[in-house]
């Protein structure tokens, strides 16, 4: 097996023989220094900064590229001033089909090798909270599953960002379709989500009120009241100013009879991940899951 970094992300590409890698090498025409770069480890472990989340990407060698710049643009929209997830990430070939149909319009792909894809999970190329494994195919719409990752290998480095938010605690932010809505709102689905809450009234008693707020994942994060006194122990759920930490109503859940609520009021890369950014709370959230996470594994990866 070999492995290689590349650019100013951590990234490792791991294949089942060198000659595979080699024979890559001279179709791209690499230069000798690239080559140099390369080195016989299992899996490689390269110098690499402290890292929250490994993702596993299967799919081809001619994956490498795609794959390392899906990696930056996911570090560059989870990164803020005084919060980020860090990421590391690397290529594995030959464990997933290689040519992957979608099915009813989603992006799906069939394991090949279960016994390497359960080698891989157990020799992480650097200690990480989370593990995250990301399947390129070749059609369909994204996809999170469980926790694994779908995509098309020609989708945009947005729509990974999306996608690794639900495997990171966070729910969708637009309207869901009617039957995946009513069950995710009716709380069917074993989903702890970091950004959102759902009730089934807009207006609670003083005593709701203060038991709602102690369940926020948000509440240490709080800027503002999060309910509108409307009359004498009645409070109007909802929050004044979009752009500070409270309580803001989101489309999830609508016509189902419950209401969704996030802790920000613009658009976030889990509403439209064309234009929306990942909040500094959301990062805040995340990580000190991973840090839990990372806590009660501690000596996992140690030899």
């Known amino acids: ?163 690794l938010g639900h495997t990171l605690g966070l729910a969708d932010e637009y309207p869901m379709s009617r039957d995946l809505a009513e069950r995710f709102c009716a709380g069917e689905f074993d989903f702890s989500a970091l950004n959102m809450i759902i009730t089934d009234r807009q207006e609670l008693t003083t005593a709701e009120l203060v038991s709602l707020t102690q369940t926020l994942p948000w509440v240490q994060h709080l800027q503002q009241p999060i309910a509108q006194k409307r009359a004498e122990n009645v409070w109007q759920l909802g929050s004044t100013d979009p752009l500070r930490v409270g309580l803001h109503p989101v489309a999830t859940c609508e016509d189902t009879g419950f209401y969704a609520w996030r802790p920000v009021g613009y658009v976030t890369l889990m509403q439209q991940h064309e234009v929306g950014q990942m909040p500094n709370v959301y990062l805040r959230l995340m990580q000190t899951r991973l840090n839990k996470k990372a806590s009660d594994t501690t000596g996992l990866y140690s030899d």
């Open 1 to 163: 097996m070999l492995g290689v970094a590349l650019g100013a992300a951590s990234f490792v590409w791991w294949a089942s023989s060198s000659d595979q890698w080699q024979s890559w090498l001279q179709k791209k025409e690499s230069s000798p220094q690239t080559i140099a770069a390369f080195s016989k480890q299992v899996p490689v472990q390269l110098p690499a900064p402290h890292c929250d989340v490994l993702l596993n990407f299967f799919g081809r060698l001619d994956d490498l590229p795609s794959s390392q710049s899906w990696l930056e643009t996911t570090q560059n929209l989870y990164t803020h001033e005084d919060a980020e997830v860090r990421f590391c990430g690397r290529l594995i070939t030959a464990v997933w089909a290689e040519e992957c149909a979608d099915r009813d319009g989603r992006a799906t792909c069939q394991l090949l090798d279960p016994d390497t894809y359960d080698q891989v999970w157990m020799q992480p190329a650097w200690p990480a909270a989370q593990q995250v494994d990301v399947v390129l195919t070749d059609s369909g719409l994204a996809n999170t599953r469980n926790g694994l990752v779908f995509i098309d290998r020609q989708a945009r480095g947005r729509v990974l960002a999306h996608e």
